[in-house]
């Protein structure tokens, strides 16, 4: 068949679709991957120094650092999985500061400072850290539900 033909019969014709996204693969490089160290999770969306500064104290109060959680802000990484959060049995106490997951997990309620366990998980969602900062009464809610924690 020559070429004038094959435009004439294949002229409005589909023979071959090139795909033109990224493939899997690419977009799979472009997931960052959570890993569980610690058995404490803290989610942020932010953390301005401010923000830093009053987690900090958080911690310290309940004899926690830095160095013994597992921090995940999410501004710094969009892309992360949280899929593999929710049940990985190393990550036993989570605390979200204003990341709403309700829609993502829906066995986890948006009610602010609602102490909720998922098998050997407790989670507690509160405001994000900027809000309690500037809050008396949100600080004293956190630390009622943290007392129950740790």
Known sequence: ???????????QEVLYKVDTTESSAENDANIAE???K?????LSETLSSEEAELLEKILS????????????ILEKNPNIVL?????NHINTKIINFGVDLSQIYPQFSSEL????????QIYLY??????????ADSK?????????IY
């Not at 899929?83 to 049940?87: C, E, F, L, P, Y």
Request: aromatic share 12%; glycine share 2%.
């Open 61 to 72: 109060a309940v004899k926690l650092s830095f160095s013994s959680i597992d921090l995940i």
């Open 113 to 120: 400072y609602l102490l909720q366990q998922k098998d050997a």
């Open 126 to 135: 509160a405001e994000n850290l900027s809000i309690i900062n500037k809050n």
């Open 83 to 87: 899929d593999n959060i929710i049940g």
């Open 1 to 11: 068949m020559n070429a004038r033909l094959a435009h004439f019969l294949f002229f």
């Open 34 to 36: 959570f890993e569980a």
């Open 140 to 148: 004293k809610k956190l630390w009622a539900k943290l007392k129950n």
């Open 38 to 42: 610690h058995s404490t999770l803290v």
